[in-house]
């Protein structure tokens, strides 16, 4: 290559770094200072954020709002704040309020579009929080899933099992399903079938079913026990027996009264069968 030509590539590769360099010190004199400013506004109103959101989390704590918006509410005033910030900060660094207006419309239209499925969920979260089908602290049950509800967010809602795991359901699917609360009432009903042999005095059975829950201390209902024999199964008649608990003692109430039953019907005789199988072999001629 000759010399000329390789002075000319050397000039021009000079000339554009120089160019380069320039309109960067330009930027940096004329833009520089407004970008620094818009940086230190956002770091700053973030910080402001978080401290709105820890003392509208500690006025919720001491106030009477239902804990299931607690946590809704801390959140969309958050991310409201974070949305004033970010315009302010936009708008130090030189961007047009016409600009900052088809920006936010189209990033707006994007995300819609892509997160169709997240903005379900924050309505279905407003929808929950309005209707309160459940509450925090409820026991329920979507689907195949139950548990006691521990919190309600924007776009999820967390249950505690009896196994202490813990399920996070998107709110769009809580307000798309059957939603069984255990909790909306004070008392739980208990339900109870109890197998007895075919021989047994069923009448004899059904009072003695009758005394056991009228003396329980868990029974709330004792005037409106519901009794009754309510099937003929294959090796067992079936003993229906509803009875009223209160809601907290669901469990122990239950476990209270099959070991009473089981304990009553060793004293008096009364078998309980289990299913069984009668071959009957015919004879040979």
């Known amino acids: 290559m000759e010399p000329s030509v390789v002075t000319k590539v050397v000039t021009d590769e000079l000339s554009i770094t120089t160019r380069f360099i320039n309109g960067l010190k330009e930027f940096a004199m004329t833009r520089g200072i407004d970008f620094l400013e818009a940086l230190i506004i956002f770091i700053i109103g973030y910080i402001i954020c978080r401290n709105i959101r820890r003392a509208v989390a500690h006025i919720l704590e001491k106030s009477d709002v239902d804990p299931s918006a607690k946590t809704f509410i801390e959140e969309i005033i958050f991310f409201f704040c974070l949305a004033i ?3 302010v900060a ?8 016409g600009t900052l207006a088809a920006a936010f419309g189209g990033v707006g239209l994007a995300i819609g579009l892509g997160l169709k499925d997240n903005i379900g969920n924050v309505a279905s979260g407003i929808f ?26 924007i776009m999820y809602t967390m249950l505690s099992t009896l196994g202490n795991q813990r399920i996070v359901i998107p709110n769009s699917s809580l307000t798309s399903s059957v939603i069984k609360n255990f909790s909306a009432y004070d008392t739980r009903n208990l339900e109870m079938t109890f ?38 199964a294959d090796s067992s008649i079936r003993i229906y027996v509803r009875a009223a608990v209160e809601r907290a003692k669901y469990f122990d109430a239950q476990n209270d009264l099959y070991i009473r039953v089981k304990e ?15 071959v009957h072999q015919a004879e040979k001629e």
């Open 128 to 153: 929950i929080l309005i209707f309160r089908p459940f509450r925090v602290g409820d026991y329920i049950q979507v689907a195949s899933n139950q548990g006691t509800v521990t919190e309600i967010s």
């Open 195 to 232: 197998d007895v042999g075919y021989d047994t005095d069923l009448k004899s059975c059904v009072e003695l079913l009758k005394k056991i829950f009228t003396e329980d201390a868990y029974v709330v209902d004792k005037e409106k026990l519901t009794i009754y024999v309510s099937g003929m």
């Open 264 to 278: 009553a019907f060793d004293a008096a005789g009364i078998d309980i069968p289990f299913p069984q199988l009668v």
């Open 90 to 97: 936009l708008g130090t660094a030189g961007v047009g309020t």
């Open 85 to 87: 910030v970010v315009l």
